[in-house]
């Protein structure tokens, strides 16, 4: 009876105590399952699906999906574009943003320009990938795209799914018209790889691999998936005198070091941290850099250098280029880097001490107070570390909440 009050009281500490030490967990949407549900939506599922688009969504955090029926889809197909261009079509209607059907109609100033995937994964000419959207008399939202001449061609019809703050899925009524998106768009194999490169800073590294005839390697790779990392044109200028000192095969292998047979998105670079393989690993010659991360920091780590990601020159399923702030040395190639010592201190000379020398220390010699901290702990006034104290309580709270 008398440990009861003490019983309750740790009852109600103990939920307190459990919450600070549990940890936090994020939601993961699906795209293709949430849709899945809705039948009238099952040709726009299929066509996430086959253009990549669904994996793109289900990586991002914040997104809205302005969904498509049967009937709308239809429409679409009948213009027959290829496979790269409903792609883009598609992404034009997943906005960066979310937009729940409460945040439709309570929009600043009635209307907002928000970026779409087609403008986020830099498909887009110009400002063409960004959506208007704008709450409309009658309790209407209307939807349109910023390259159709301030034409609203769809509006909201319904609200299908909703995870604030992470995926919300909304109907619209049609397809949002862009001429930019609906423009012819060539294959992964019929895009020029070092012209993108060229027109966003990586102009030298593209002239590399022209020169040693290293790109064909990776243009044969981009139908089945191609991640390449860029170094900037003032950090290949930097390097070119070692680069000149390689031999010819020692400079394709470096250049081919450079990409990765596979996609990988910034999102999976961040959560898929180890090892990675090249297009120069070839059997025995191992060729590969181990990938890592510190909140949304993601470095190249070889043991002769440690090379940063600085930013997207492009990504679209299946192909990606990121720009790096140094060129990746592979070890194969290069020594690995040193880690140098700071020197030791020189040792001070030794002064004999004088009598003089021997008073003063004496002199500024600190107080012994040990006798007066005994004393004061055999009273009970004993000094006890903040942390030491927080120990103590809860220990003895867990420990009277066991009894």
């Known amino acids: 009876m008398e440990n009861r009050p003490l019983l309750t009281t740790n009852l109600l500490l103990f939920p307190l105590l459990v919450l600070l030490l549990s940890s936090t967990t994020s939601h993961a949407h699906n795209i293709t399952r949430i849709l899945a549900k809705h039948p009238e939506f099952s040709t726009f599922n299929h066509y996430l699906t086959v253009t990549h688009l669904a994996a793109e969504i289900n990586r991002r955090q914040t997104i809205t999906v302005l969904a498509l ?27 960066t943003d979310y ?31 960004y959506v208007n959207v704008t709450d409309l008399k009658g309790g209407k939202v209307g939807f349109g795209a910023e390259d159709n001449d301030g034409k609203l061609d769809a509006t909201y019809v319904k609200s299908v799914a909703e995870f604030p703050y992470n995926i919300s899925v909304l109907q619209i009524s049609q397809v949002l018209n862009s001429d930019e998106a609906e423009a012819p768009t060539p294959g992964p194999s019929g895009l020029n790889l070092t012209a993108i490169m060229a027109k966003q800073g990586c102009k030298a590294f593209a ?70 393989n090249t297009l120069a690993t070839d059997g025995a010659s191992k060729y590969d850099f181990t990938v890592q991360n ?77 006798e007066d901290q005994t004393a004061d702990n055999e009273n009970g006034v004993g000094r006890i570390s903040g942390g030491h104290l927080i120990w103590t309580v809860l220990s003895s709270c867990m420990g009277i909440f066991f009894i």
Do not use: W
């Open 207 to 276: 002239d590399l691999l022209i020169a040693t005839g290293a790109h064909t390697t990776f243009e044969e790779n981009l139908d089945g998936g191609l991640t390449v990392f860029c170094p900037t044109d003032a950090v290949v200028n930097d390097f070119m005198p070692k680069y000149k000192n390689l031999t010819e095969a020692h400079k394709v292998s470096l250049l081919l070091y450079h990409g990765t047979p596979v996609y990988q998105s910034l999102q999976t670079l961040k959560s898929s941290n180890g090892v990675m």
């Open 294 to 370: 510190d909140g949304e920091i993601v470095t190249l780590k070889t043991k002769a250098t440690t090379a940063k990601i600085t930013g997207t020159l492009k990504d679209e399923e299946p192909l990606v280029i990121y720009k790096i702030n140094k060129v990746l040395l592979p070890i194969e190639l290069f020594k690995p880097e040193v880690e140098t010592e700071a020197p030791a201190p020189a040792p001070t000379p030794h002064k004999r001490k004088t009598k003089k020398d021997k008073d003063e220390a004496e002199a500024d010699a600190p107080v012994d107070d040990s």
């Open 69 to 95: 029926d049967n009937s709308a889809m239809s429409s679409l197909l009948s213009k027959q574009l290829s496979v790269y261009t409903l792609r883009n079509v598609l992404s034009l209607h997943v906005l």
């Open 99 to 129: 937009f729940g059907s409460k945040k439709l109609h309570q929009i600043t100033n009635g209307t907002a320009l928000t970026s779409s995937m087609f403008q986020a994964t830099g498909s887009a000419p110009g400002s063409s990938g």
